[in-house]
Structure formats: C-alpha cells, structure tokens
C-alpha cells in the first residue's frame, strides 16, 4: 500500500519534525504572561549578577547553574521581556526534535519511527514548557544528548568515545539536574558490557570520564544542590512527590500504581481516552526492544528506576514537570510497543491495526492543533497589570492576591511601576483570615485587588472568596477577568 510507504518515508519524518518547530515557535510568539512560578525564577535572573547566582535562589526557586547563567546571558543581550527569558528553552526545544529523531532512527523499527516523531513533536507539555522560563525543556535536551550518545556507543564505536560520554556527562549536568539520573543508567549498562567482553581499554577511558563527571558533579553539588537538600519549604511542597519506600501500606501501593499511570497523562501527554492503550503499548515495547537492544532497554528502565530511587530518599520529587526529561524514553519505547501491536492486529484485520495507532495519536494531533489557534495561557496578569496601571488614580490602593506577589514584582520590576501595595495573607487552611485581610482596607474608595495563580483546589475557588468578601465590604466599580487573571476595583469607603 503506497499510503504506508508514504508514512514512513524520510520526508514524512521531516514534515513532522517541522510541524513540531511550528508548534514550538507559534506557542513563543503568543508571548503569554509569565507565571507566578516562572516569575520567580525571573526575577532571580534579572535581579542577579553571575556571582550571585551561584548562591541560594530567593523565592524558594532552584535550577541549574549553567542554566541561570545562560538566562542571565539572554537577558544582557536582549533585555528582561518574556521573549528573551524564553529564547533558551525554545531553543533546546527545538534541538531536541533533532535528537529524539536521530534516537528513534537508530532504536526503533521503521514502524514505530512515525509514531515516535508524532507523539513528540505534538507533545502537549513538551510544546508548553519549550516556552516555560524553567529549565525543564533544556532537562530533555540534555537527557537527549547522553542517549544519543550512549546508542551511539553499540555500535562498535572507537574506545575514545566512551571518555567522551564521561565528558558529555561532566558539561551537561550543570544545565539538568535530573540528567544525572540517565547519565549512571547509562554509565552502569556500559561498565558491565565492558566488563563481559573484556575490552579494558575501553573501559579504561570510561572510567577516566567517570572520575571527570563524578568531580563535575561533586562540585556542581556543592556549589547548588546541598543548600537544596537542606531548603525545608521546597521538601514540604513536593513530599507527597516522593516515593514511599518500602511500602508498607495499600496507600503506599497505590501511590506507585497512580504516579506510573501518571506518568503517561504528565509528562508524557497523553490523555485518558488512549491512557490504557498507552500503558499497554510501553510494557509491549519494552518487552520488544529487550528482545533487540538488551542494552539500550536496560539503561531506560534504570534511569526510571534511578530516578524513583532518588524520590525514595527525598531528593527528587516524582513528579509531573520534574520527570518531562523521561519523556523520549517512554515516548520511545510507547511507539514501539503500538507499532508491535498493530503488526500483530493488522494480521486478522489491517483496519483494527491502524484504528490502533490512530487511538495513540488523534487526540494529541488534535490538541496541538487546537492551541494553535488557541494558544495555552495560564496565568495572565500582564494584561491585567497593565489596565490597573492606566486606570490608576492618586490614591488608589493596590492589594496583591499572596499567589500573585512573584509576577507582580516581575512585572512591576520590568515596566518601572512604582504604585505602593499591600501583600495579602496566605490562609488556605482558615478562610476567614481573608476576610479580615480585606477588612483593613475599608476607608478606602478605590482598592484594586489583583489576583492571579489563584488557588482552587483547597476546597474552595479563592476568586470567588475573595469577590464574596469584597461584596459583603463594599461595591464593586470596575473589573477585569481574563485566562487565570483578574483585577476588581472596589469602593471601600463605607
């Protein structure tokens, strides 16, 4: 059938891995307002010099040295808007394409190639977090260049190589901290390989590469990670991310059946209605490549088993964004497993076999698509920052929503606003507390309350508080409410 030739012809993977660039660039160019996350980290990079950004983050952030200086870099060449503070995870996004190809070129059967590039060039988080300011889309560049090299290495490559995958492991660490994680995968299948087949020169130079990114990374840990280790609040926020270990109860269970499922949904991006086929389609495909690439299957799962180790001891959360490096390897092995699956099911019936791929890939294809022309917006308290500033009045009083502060600040730093506000309290546990938070703004007749990042997941939508509060206090003026942001002016006066 010419159709199938079609699919798994060169050009078809390289329209792909153009639509995956488009996707990439049309999500930059919205430009959406910085999150209060992403804010954060902003402001650390913007308010810092070089120096200082080897010391402890404020705002309870934490990131890769190489990558802050990168950033820092970006925003000397090109200023502090958004475009520039994204410049650098765009670009490692769309490197990554390029990487994840050559990966799936060299792993995969011809097959599973299309599904492979499909399901990573449309991938919804992938595509979101390549214009994240956070370092999780530079995670799967680096993840990407340690795989890359490590298939490389079967096939029969000269010893120097393997002092170059201690080298590649040494540089790349300082920009993902998770990298180490794949890194010792790696590294451990590689030992043993050279170990069985008695080829000590090349083990030799895998040692000496060793020695050169276990010293990177000794002082990559002094340097930035310890003082994470020991930051109470960034443990409290993430401590249900780690793994309970050993599990001693049926909760305790069920947290690694749930976080393996969700793994699929985040980061992965598939959705529930080709979730179970997905999971299937893994566990086909790694039981495949076990059968073709003994090696290559063994250092993925041990890199997720590394990884789960690591979020056992509590020193890596497991969990959502925090495992987007994994992606391409389970985007990896999920095509595998589909395009086993459906040469099995197109033996009785080609039209179940494609109807099987097609359950993998409509939805994601379509989702992409969708944010294109509704591109993803979270949090957007640019616009909202903005209308306040040209509305404002001698006299006005500011109250910033406790969520909001980090991005308020950005974007207050970043257009020279210097209106005097006030910080609200963070009570989600005593909802009245807002209340009396509110209250000490009567007197006043025009209180703008600016809120984004708001929180809805305690048991209440905290917008709808707060408007409920400020009701019962005074008489709403003016509002505005757009994708997760909004302004309300109030007269407090009476």
Known sequence: MHYINVLYSTSTHWIVIVAGIVLRIAQFLYNRSLTEGEAALALNIVERSYLDLLKPLDYFQAAPVGFLFVQRCAVNTFGTAEYALRLFPLVTGIIALFFFYHCAKRILTKEAIPIALILFAVGDHLIYFSSEVKQYSSDVLCVLLIVTLFVVLQKNKPALYYLTYGLVG??????????????????VVLLFSLIYHKNFAALLLLCCGAVVAIASFTTNYLVSLAPLSRTTVLLETWHKSFAPFPPTSLPDVYWYVYVFLRMFTFPVGLSQYELLLGVVAFVFGATYMYRLEQKIITAFILSILITLFASALRLYPFEGRLLLFLTPIIILLVAQGIAFIQSKASIGSPVVGIALVLIVLVHPILRAGYHVVRPRAPEE?????????????????????????????????????????????????????????????????????????????????????????LDMLGKQKDVLRVSGAAAYLYDLKN
């Open 170 to 187: 040494a540089v790349v660490i300082w920009f993902s901290h998770p990298a180490i994680f794949v890194f010792i995968a790696g590294a």
């Open 381 to 469: 308290l640019r616009p909202v920052v903005e209308y306040v500033d040209a509305n404002y009045r001698e006299g006005d009083v500011l109250y910033i929503y406790y969520a909001s502060f980090n991005a308020y600040q950005y974007y207050a730093y970043r257009f020279g606003y210097k209106h005097s506000h006030f910080v609200g309290v963070e009570s989600r546990d005593n909802w009245q507390q807002y209340y009396y938070d509110l209250e000490k703004m009567k007197g006043n007749q025009r209180v703008w309350v600016i809120m984004s990042h708001i929180a809805a997941w305690h048991g209440v939508d905290e917008e709808k508080l707060f408007v409920s509060y």
